[in-house]
């Protein structure tokens, strides 16, 4: 276990404005793959599907629809008030998608002991998840504002590469705010644009709870503040999402004996934001795909994704690490390799068995496998309707599309090769046509089920173990 970092990134200062400045490369690619919610308000079906989010949201908000959760309700809300807080230096509210063993074997190295100060599991493992959360945050964080009033920071307007995004698709800013009678800067609305749930639903419900340090909390505070305000936060895309999706998927890599419960996990975080009032299905979805897609980008060492110094106070590492607090990865997947026999070795000592046999002992939420797909194949569209129906009609092939969407199989079970990957991610493609899922190779991580296409996978590579012996 390394030290205690002495400055982390807090969950409000995530959440704050960030510093103007030009769009990158990887943050166009996510613009680009995010624009078709501008242009939802310009087709009778677009606008279907914006009606379609603000029920399905309240309704799950409210109870009033009944999903397959993987907790009775009242423990579904509590966790969800746990869930406010990001742990994304260390993953720790996450790792008990491990499983009751393994999840407590990582939680009793890597925790946090308030807003600040947090430990991690190993230095390798600290890097990995600061670069790539890092990368996947700004990606997130580059649409809110975008979104909301085409700036960078609410005040100072994009670049003029990022502004013809808009143009090009026909799209407009506000949209959730224009659509729910919520127009940016009204009264209760968000100064910015793109109203949260709280803000534009006919019936919230409150509620107290614990939060993640056991603290007495209501969910409000994490809304309204003090814990955390949203008030003036754009909805779109889900930031909590793509953090849930980026360092579960993370351990699903290192953990590839709990891949599917990781991403069963990484679903039950992003439905929690809808549960507790502060985000739509939309947000879920885009913040899912930005996850998704960067994870891929970095797994395929994309030269616009690794080898950049990324200063990241929530790293709680002073190894590899430069001296202004930067960290750089230049080889994505050698990184992963180091932090996956750095995490195992360490579960291993933990546990006192093997990862099988420890991943295989779980007395949790996640031991139901049955229950996790069902849960999670509620969360693929939340049953929108279709925008595009040119691509819910038509098959999409991944490979073709987005390539190196394969690696984010391939890199947990390696017996597999990219090109079957890439089949078995098309082969197990959630429904086409949502308002994402334009054709674009964004759109195709809008889609991905990750859950079924890790079960194949994992089914192949124990086939091939097996007549390997």
């Known amino acids: 276990m390394i030290h205690p970092s002495r400055v982390a990134l807090g969950v409000l200062i995530a959440l704050a404005p960030l510093?103007?400045?030009?769009?990158?490369?990887?943050?166009?690619?996510?613009?680009?793959?995010?624009?078709?919610?501008?242009a939802l308000p310009g087709t009778p079906e677009g606008q279907a599907a914006l009606a379609a989010n603000l029920k399905v949201t309240g309704d799950i908000q409210t109870g009033a629809l009944v999903q397959p959760i993987l907790l009775p309700f009242a423990e579904q809300q509590r966790l969800a008030l746990r869930?406010?807080?990001?742990?994304?230096?260390?993953?720790?509210?996450?790792?008990?998608?491990?499983?009751?063993?393994?999840?407590d074997a990582y939680?009793?190295?890597a925790r946090y002991a308030d807003f600040k100060t947090f430990t991690n599991v190993s230095p390798?493992?600290?890097?990995?998840?600061?670069?790539?959360?890092?990368?996947?945050?700004?990606?997130?964080?580059?649409?809110?504002?975008?979104f909301a009033n085409a700036t960078a920071n609410g005040k100072t307007p994009v670049s003029e590469e990022a502004a013809a995004i808009l143009s090009a698709g026909g799209g407009t800013t506000d949209v959730f705010g224009k659509a729910y009678e919520r127009r940016a800067g009204s009264a209760g609305a968000d100064l910015y644009g793109n109203s949260r749930?709280?803000?534009?639903?006919?019936?919230?419900?409150?509620?107290?709870?614990?939060?993640?340090?056991?603290?007495?909390?209501?969910?409000?505070?994490?809304l309204r503040g003090p814990g955390q305000n949203l008030m003036d936060s754009p909805s779109y895309p889900s930031g909590h999402t793509t953090y849930g999706y980026t360092e579960s998927l993370l351990l699903a890599l290192l953990v590839p004996e709990r891949y599917q419960q990781m991403i069963a996990r990484a679903a039950e975080y992003g439905n929690n934001r809808i549960v507790v009032g502060a985000h739509y299905a939309m947000d879920v979805i885009g913040g899912r795909a930005v996850a998704l897609h960067a994870v891929a980008h970095l797994l395929a060492n994309d030269p616009a994704y690794v080898g950049q110094s990324r200063k990241n106070p929530a790293i709680a590492n002073e190894m590899s690490r430069d001296t202004d607090g930067a960290v750089t990865l230049t080889d994505y997947p050698a990184a992963l390799r180091v932090a996956r026999m750095e995490l195992q070795a360490v579960l291993k000592a933990q546990c006192g068995d093997?990862?099988?046999?420890?991943?295989?002992?779980?007395?949790g939420r996640f031991r139901d496998s049955a229950a996790n797909a069902a849960f999670y194949a509620v969360t693929q569209t939340y049953a929108l309707p279709v925008v595009h129906p040119k691509t819910a009609g038509a098959g999409e092939d991944v490979g073709t599309i987005a390539p190196e969407a394969g690696h984010l199989l391939t890199?947990?079970?390696?017996?597999?090769?990219?090109a079957e990957a890439n089949a078995i991610l098309t082969s197990t493609l959630g429904p086409g046509g949502g308002f994402l899922n334009d054709g674009s190779a964004f759109g195709i991580y809008s889609r991905l089920d990750l859950y079924a296409a890790a079960g194949k996978a994992a089914a192949l590579e124990a086939e091939r173990q097996a007549t390997a012996k």
């Open 83 to 103: 869930d406010c807080f990001i742990t994304d230096g260390n993953a720790a509210e996450l790792a008990d998608g491990l499983g009751t063993t393994l999840g």
């Open 19 to 38: 510093p103007a400045r030009a769009q990158s490369a990887p943050n166009l690619a996510a613009l680009r793959g995010l624009a078709p919610v501008s």
């Open 411 to 418: 890199a947990a079970f390696p017996s597999v090769t990219l």
């Open 197 to 222: 749930p709280f803000q534009t639903e006919p019936r919230l419900i409150a509620y107290r709870g614990d939060d993640y340090f056991g603290k007495p909390s209501h969910s409000l505070d994490w």
């Open 124 to 146: 390798a493992v600290a890097d990995l998840i600061g670069y790539t959360n890092n990368i996947a945050k700004s990606d997130s964080n580059a649409g809110k504002y975008f």
């Open 107 to 109: 939680q009793a190295k």
């Open 354 to 363: 093997t990862i099988k046999a420890c991943a295989a002992a779980d007395r």
